[in-house]
Structure formats: structure tokens, C-alpha cells
Nanobody, 115 residues
Framework: QVQLVESGGGLVQPGGSLRLSCAAS????????TAWHRQAPGKQRELVAV???????NYADSVKGRFSISRDNVKNTVYLQMNSLKPEDTGIYYC?????????WGQGTQVTVSS
């Protein structure tokens, strides 16, 4: 059974940092492209960052230069380092793993950026 479990969310002040983690099990993690998405209240879910099995990365324009995605194929974990956080970064952050037609989602972790 495939599981993706996110952690690391919380409340942070504007300008602060958080690191999200997504631990995967039940799949050959190193073969999967992994990504972080987020969903703000009343908005559609959007792609934040993606990292391929070959560690190529891509980011949404809104987070370029502030967020960094990385992966550890030994720990079966993907990370999202978030710096210079803004109130508009608030939302539920979801981890996703994809390989051909296989597509799995985590349950999400809440990130709130507020003073």
C-alpha cells in the first residue's frame, strides 16, 4: 500500500521559513517524479514545485528564488524548503508522486503565514 505522509507545516510570521517533508512508502521512490502542490482557501490546487527522478526541478513563478525542492532517495523523502514566506503562501500543502499512470497524493499539511 502506497503512503505519502507530509509533515512540517505550521504557523509562521511573514518573512519566516519552514521545511516540509513528505515520507513515501510502498513504492520505488527513486523512480517517481515528486511534487508539492498547495491549495489556498477558495482557490484551486496549484503546482508549487516538482523534482524528477533525475533531480531536475521546476517552480511556480510565485515561489522562484524563495522555495527549494529536494529529495533523498535513501530516506524515500522529498522536501520543500520555504524561505521569505508571505501571507499568500498560506494553504494546505500536498505531496504527490507520479510514475506513468501511477499518481499518489498525501493528506496535506497546513501552512499559515500570518503576523
Amino acid at each position: 500500500q502506497v503512503q505519502l505522509v507530509e509533515s512540517g507545516g505550521g504557523l509562521v510570521q511573514p518573512g519566516g521559513s519552514l521545511r516540509l517533508s513528505c515520507a513515501a512508502s510502498g513504492l520505488i521512490f527513486s523512480s517517481y517524479t515528486t511534487a508539492w502542490h498547495r491549495q489556498a482557501p477558495g482557490k484551486q490546487r496549484e503546482l508549487v514545485a516538482v523534482i524528477t527522478s533525475g533531480s531536475l526541478t521546476n517552480y511556480a513563478d510565485s515561489v522562484k528564488g524563495r522555495f527549494s525542492i529536494s529529495r533523498d532517495n535513501v530516506k524515500n523523502t522529498v522536501y520543500l524548503q520555504m524561505n521569505s514566506l508571505k501571507p499568500e503562501d498560506t494553504g494546505i500543502y500536498y505531496c504527490r508522486a507520479q510514475w506513468f499512470v501511477d499518481n499518489y497524493w498525501g493528506q496535506g499539511t497546513q501552512v499559515t503565514v500570518s503576523s
